[in-house]
């Protein structure tokens, strides 16, 4: 929403009628609920159109045509997207949490307007023609879309209009999973959040708000019920353990199963060949195994009941299922394939999260490892099925998300009580560290992080991030060039200047020579015999250091100010000059930023 008030004098009375009569932190509440009924509805219609693509291509034409039509419905699905994003959005749609946390470390949390639409046109597109993703990635950015742009209609600053954006993340999965509490969590440790009363009651107004939504429309209905029946003991803490080993394990092969394949498809030069690939690949697995078809909510309701041959079964394959361990290979190998097939539905062009496949992954892992121990009697532990396949859950995404408070907490509200709290913290926490041992970054930070450009809790890092480099870099400094000599450098650069530092310039590529320092030349002002004796190279040195515009990190700078010790940087860009930083300026800025980030 850019809309110019001035053009519209309705909205503007509106505006300031708002600043006279509502506070600022009263209107933050406001929105926020707001927000919450907006991320609702969004996943009420990204939903329901998801579900209807299904019903008309699996429930009914597939199975009126051929099960091999399966095989080609993923690079259908694909062509609709691109054609939708060429031809009718003109945007490339960005995944998921990724883009949001691009959004608050790029561009002050300000969102594109056709990112509040279009992963409601793209998402189910995707899913239905049996994208190997989750609906949650698109809900969440079509909520921040949402919520960017009213932040900016309504002129909000930029720590409440990131505070916004978590609230919208948060509203999004209350309103899907119906877990208000482990929403906030989620909001709070992917948005590196502080848990504060001014940070939590928005929060909660809008995680609220998207579940009361969500009761509304679809009742008590959640999309994966659980019900433990068999409590946890003791005796089981060993097997726990265990699981959030491979869970770690998985967490890391999950992270470079997707790294490697995004590679692969960035090296395909045009869109169609993704196309072609990727929908071939994803025809393929579907083919062989159809529990890939879409999100996958429906075979973990069907393992942790025990009936893993309701989803199992293949038309094509002749599978034993009243044999245990092909039970146990094949739910192996679906856990082991469903990263591949969810990375494949994004690096082909599909619009998707990974937040559904990482809970499908974590189920089905832990439903497998609860199978192995009870066929081990050796073991002499019987492990309940519901128990593990949730544990699972908790187990990838602590290693995946790197969010192990909302793992233990989706446990407990999507299970209705705290029975499996314990377990779930064991392994959620051994998860966690075996995970962070291989990869210091969550998947949706990966790229952010790499590039020191991560909004984090680490407020030193978060502010150095957030400061722009043209805010910093100052121009009214005069050059010195190359051809000059000394007269020239007293009477048309130090005559002229208030600086003390001058950059000494290539008069006709302005590429930076070196920097002359007034206290170097101070002696030579008055030594008139020498004005036309001695050149400007003579008088130059070269900078302690160099700071690289469009390179160099805001916390490189702060290291190269340390190191050096220098009060003033030269900046160039591609060895152009551009300008220089003063220390004095910059923790000026600096200091500015802390008042109003910690604000």
Known sequence: MTTDTHQHPFLKRLLIWRVKHISERNFILILSGVLGIASGLAALVMRSFTHFIQWVLDQNL??????????????????LVYILKRYVIRKDVNQGI???????????????????????ITAPITIGFGGSVGLEGPMVVTGAGISSNLSRFFHINQSNRMLLLACACAGALAAIFKIPIAAILFAIEVFGLDLTLSSLLPLLISSLCGIFTSYFFFGSEVLIPMQITRAFSLQGIPFYI?????????????????EHINRFFNKLGTPWKRILIGGAVLGLLIFVMPPLYGEGHE?????????????????VFAWDLSN?????????????VKVIATTVTLSAGGVGGIFSPMLFMGGVMGNCFARIINESPILGYK???????????????AGVLHAPLTAVFLIAEVTGGYSLLVPAMLTAAVSYSVARYFNQFSIYTTELGRRGELISQNKDQSILTLMDFKDVVEHNFVPVYTDMKLREVVYEVVRNSSRNIYPVLDRETHRLEGI??????????????YYDKIPALELMQKPPAVVQYGKDKMSTVMDKFQ??????????????????ISKSKLLSIYRRKLIFFTQ
């Open 98 to 120: 990724p883009s949001i946390l691009y959004a608050v470390a790029h561009q002050k949390g300000i969102m594109k307007r056709y990112q509040s639409y279009a992963s409601l």
């Open 299 to 315: 075979i973990i309701n069907n393992l942790k009941e025990g009936h893993p041959e309701r989803s199992l079964t293949s038309e």
């Open 324 to 336: 245990p361990w092909v039970i146990i290979a094949l739910l192996a190998f679906l856990s082991f």
């Open 516 to 529: 002359i320092l007034l206290d170097n030349i101070r002696h030579l002002i008055f030594e008139t015999d």
């Open 242 to 258: 265990a699981l959030g080993v491979v869970g770690g394990l998985m967490s890391a092969y999950f992270m470079f199963v997707n």
């Open 563 to 580: 190191q050096t010790g220098a009060w003033n940087l030269p900046v160039v860009k591609d060895g152009i000059y551009c300008g220089f």
């Open 62 to 79: 597939a199975q009126q045509i051929t099960y091999g039509f399966y095989f080609v419905l993923p690079v259908i699905g694909f062509t």
């Open 383 to 397: 492990a309940a099925l519901p128990n593990f396949t949730l544990v699972g859950m908790t187990a990838l995404m």
